[in-house]
């Protein structure tokens, strides 16, 4: 993680070495994150409801750039650029600039300040055909800084039976994640980080989709990318269905199996959605085993779940809390880690955002075993940190 | 909120029946279970990446980044494998790579578990099978002497006695 990061505690910072260091880690690590899951249900029932992807992320369609203004607290236009740009109406332009400062404890105590995000997204549909592609920063590899600086993360070919629909039928081939599991924003979110869908892991593949109010169905198969040193090395097909039995449940069932040169896995995992409207409160969950058959000897079993409510003070203010569980060998003691997430967002604009990202994280339920010959699971880390997101 | 309740279920039932760490002590095993989810993240020592140059998300890479920083030096890391640098960047710190004043304990967004941390030290005590020398080099130094290296990262048979000391693969 090309972060920025300061000691703490330095009584003497070397400003010249911080500033650089700065510069460079503003244009080396940007992250991309998605739109909110947790509007699912809670404001609408799909995540094609509010964007131009049936699998949500990115690009916000009519509806969703409604429900952008709605939701602010001081309301300006949101469309792309205050609308101040005309575009043809076969052509949909965005972008979405993320950044992050604040306190890591790892359990070094650090200053950390780094860029998410740095993306233009653009959509031109003819008739039932879309074209999607995301340009944007990406950390450099290095030794290689000079050509890898920026990339296309997304870009795919999209046909829909029911053109200008949000529902029907979605065929898509191209470079994009595929769709699996909650697809929370927050890449650090356990069941990302550790289920599968990490950050930057997307791959080349072709999707069948279906997506209708009360249920959706997705079905990916992918290869690594060949083009460049990828960040998942897998191929293999990834699927998830998602049932919505009322207005405001969800229940949703996932499986991949990947195959890289060094393992196969195979995940399967539930998720879960319900929305409480008196208290406002939307809870999701996803629970998934993986099986990692190692090449060389060795097939640990990886359990990872996370567990988010989310509840709205009011339109603009919304608070996610999170309880995150990854045990990397659930036959093996004390490797089991857990989160605390707390993360409060602001909508202020239509166009921007402002979050307050926490977590706490510890080993083993945080035993901390008298013995000496049996140590507890680790040392607790944590962080907290303020991230500022603008929407093009 | 039946698979809430599962999830419930399902977690609290992980932490009941464990066996003892009976984990292979390889580099493909550590790789994969250890480095990969933690060190090799998109951002940090994955392919995509390579921060400072070290990769930890394939075998391959694992191997090469260890043995040709050197994260761990044999024999003499094997007879204390709380003095590789390996180790040392998982527990205490070491100097930054990135110009950074301080100790930086890696990996420095989260803690690794200390069960891993003393695999990884088994591991490095068991003689590092799999990171000891890189195949495509063709030749390695056993500490002593010169030998060929295998396609999975050992020792294999001695191809020269040095008079002197061995270094990079090449008698002295």
């Not at chain 1, 979405?96 to 993306?119: C, H, T, V, W």
């Not at chain 1, 072709?206 to 460049?228: C, R, S």
């Not at chain 1, 706490?360 to 940190?385: H, I, K, Q």
Request: hydrophobic residues 40%; proline residues 6%; charged residues 15%.
């Amino acid at each position: 993680m090309q972060r920025v990061v300061l000691e703490r505690g330095l009584p003497v910072i070397k400003h010249a070495l911080v500033v650089i260091a700065i510069v460079a880690g503003l244009v080396t690590a940007a992250k991309p994150a998605h739109a909110y899951p947790q509007f699912q249900l809670a404001r609408d029932a799909t995540c094609s409801g509010c964007h131009v992807n049936p699998a949500g992320g990115g690009l916000l369609n009519e509806n969703g750039m409604a429900a952008a203004e709605a939701m602010s607290q001081f309301g300006d236009p949101p469309e792309f650029m205050y609308n101040k740009i005309p575009l043809p109406s076969w052509l949909e332009l965005g972008g979405e600039l993320r950044n992050i400062a604040g306190y890591f404890k790892s359990p070094q105590d650090y200053l950390a300040l780094f860029p998410m995000q740095a993306d233009v997204y653009a959509a031109a549909t003819f008739k039932a055909f879309q074209i999607h592609v995301t340009v944007g920063y990406r950390p450099p590899e290095y030794g290689n800084e000079a050509a890898t600086y920026v990339w296309s993360r997304e870009h795919y070919l999209q046909w829909q039976s029911d053109a200008g629909s949000n529902e029907g039928l979605f065929i898509r081939a191209g470079r994009f994640m595929p769709v699996f599991g909650l697809r929370l924003a927050e890449h650090v979110d356990y069941t990302r980080q550790y289920g599968g869908t990490p950050l930057y892991g997307e791959t080349y593949g072709a999707a069948v989709e279906y997506v209708k109010e009360g249920y959706e169905a997705h079905l990916t198969g992918f290869v690594h990318d060949p083009l460049i040193d990828p960040v998942n090395h897998d191929n293999g097909a990834a699927a998830y269905v998602e049932w919505r039995p009322t207005k405001h449940a969800a229940i949703g069932a996932e499986g991949l199996v990947g195959v890289s040169k060094d393992e196969k896995t195979y995940r399967g995992g539930l998720t879960g959605k319900y929305y409480f409207a008196s208290p406002d409160v939307l809870v999701q969950a996803e629970v998934q085993l993986a099986n990692h058959v190692l090449d060389a000897g060795g097939a640990p079993t990886t359990l990872v779940g996370y567990l988010l409510a989310s509840h709205w003070f009011s339109s603009s203010i919304m608070l996610d809390i999170g309880l995150g569980h990854y045990d990397e060998d659930i036959r093996v003691r004390n490797l089991e880690r857990d989160c605390i997430d707390l993360n409060l967002h602001w909508f202020m604009l239509s166009h921007l955002e402002l979050i307050l990202n926490n977590r706490v994280e510890l080993f083993a339920f945080g035993r901390t075993n008298g013995n000496p010959t049996e140590p507890s699971g680790g040392p607790t880390g944590g962080w907290s940190l303020l991230q500022l997101h603008y929407r093009l | 909120m039946r698979s809430l309740a599962w999830l419930a279920l399902v977690i609290a039932s992980a932490g009941c029946t464990r066996d003892a760490d009976d984990r292979p002590k390889t580099l493909a095993y550590i790789t994969e279970a250890i480095l990969a989810p933690t060190c090799g993240k998109a951002e940090c020592h994955s392919t995509f990446a390579q921060t400072v140059g070290d990769v930890f998300d394939t075998v391959v890479g694992a191997r090469y980044t260890i043995v040709h920083d050197p994260l761990i030096s044999l024999p003499a890391d094997q007879m204390a494998p709380t003095g590789s640098q390996l180790y040392q960047s998982i527990t205490t710190g070491l100097p930054s790579r990135q110009g950074l004043s301080g100790l930086v304990r890696m990996p420095y967004d989260a803690p690794m578990p200390n069960e891993d941390i003393y695999l990884i030290e088994a591991w490095i005590a068991a003689g590092a099978e799999g990171a000891q020398c890189i195949p495509d080099n063709g030749f390695a130094c056993d500490g002593k002497d010169l030998v060929a290296c295998t396609a999975d990262g050992n020792f294999g048979e001695l191809q020269m006695t040095c008079s002197g000391s061995c270094s990079n693969g090449v008698c002295l």
